[in-house]
Every structure is written in C-alpha cells, then in structure tokens.
Nanobody
Framework: QVQLVESGGGLVQAGGSLRLSCAASGRTFISYAMGWFRQAPGKEREFVGAISGSGGNIYYADSVKGRFTISRDNAKNTVYLQMNSLKPEDTAVYYC???????????????????WGQGTQVTVSS
C-alpha cells in the first residue's frame, strides 16, 4: 500500500513554470512506476508522463514533450513534474499515480495504476 500527496500547484501566467511534487509513503518506493495525469473540467483524465522506478524509463505525452520533465528522488520517496512554457490549455487538476512492479516498466493508462493522490490544481492564465 502506498499513499500519495501532491503539492506545488497554483496560478501562473502563460509562459511561466511550476514544479509539482508527489510524496509517497512506504519503504519500497523504487519498485513503483509513477505517472502524472491531468483532468480539465468536463474532460477525461489524460496521461501526462511516467517514470519507471529506477528512473531509467521516462515517457511523455506529445502535448507536453519538450516542456515538462519528470524526475524522481527515491531517497526522498518523491516524484517531480517540472512544467515550463506553460499554456492555458495546461490548466487542470494534476494527479500522481503509482503502480507496483514498476522498477523498469512504466504505464500510460489510468486503469493500470493502483494508487492515486488527491490532485493539485494548476491554472495558467493567458
């Protein structure tokens, strides 16, 4: 079992940056693949990016590639989402998610993740 708590959301102007953090409980954090997802009002939750437990595999949605960076610090049980060059269409609630047996694998579908945080709001003004 793992519990996830996101932080770092807020209001930012277009072109600005934010860094989201997701702190996980538990002693086997490295065995979990971590994903970031987002959900805008009236839309389905969508994949943003994911990182394997080892950090060796990282994958991004095309919509954020080149602007967002995922990283993790296994010593701190934390995964990060650095968001640069933000656009109004990035406005959403951002969620982190965890999946077991993810030391070298990652997944991109919401249905494949077992654990979810409560979400943090990111609002990008134009």
């Amino acid at each position: 079992q793992v519990q996830l708590v996101e932080s770092g959301g807020g209001l930012v102007q277009a072109g600005g940056s934010l860094r989201l953090s997701c702190a996980a409980s538990g002693r086997t954090f490295i065995s979990y693949a971590m994903g970031w997802f987002r959900q805008a009002p009236g839309k389905e939750r969508e994949f943003v990016g994911a990182i394997s437990g080892s950090g060796g595999n990282i994958y991004y949605a095309d919509s954020v590639k080149g602007r967002f960076t995922i990283s993790r610090d296994n010593a701190k049980n934390t995964v990060y989402l650095q968001m640069n060059s933000l656009k109004p269409e990035d406005t959403a609630v951002y969620y982190c998610a965890a999946r077991e047996k993810g030391l070298i694998r990652l997944w991109v579908s919401t249905s494949e993740y077992n654990y979810w945080g409560q979400g943090t709001q990111v609002t990008v003004s134009s």
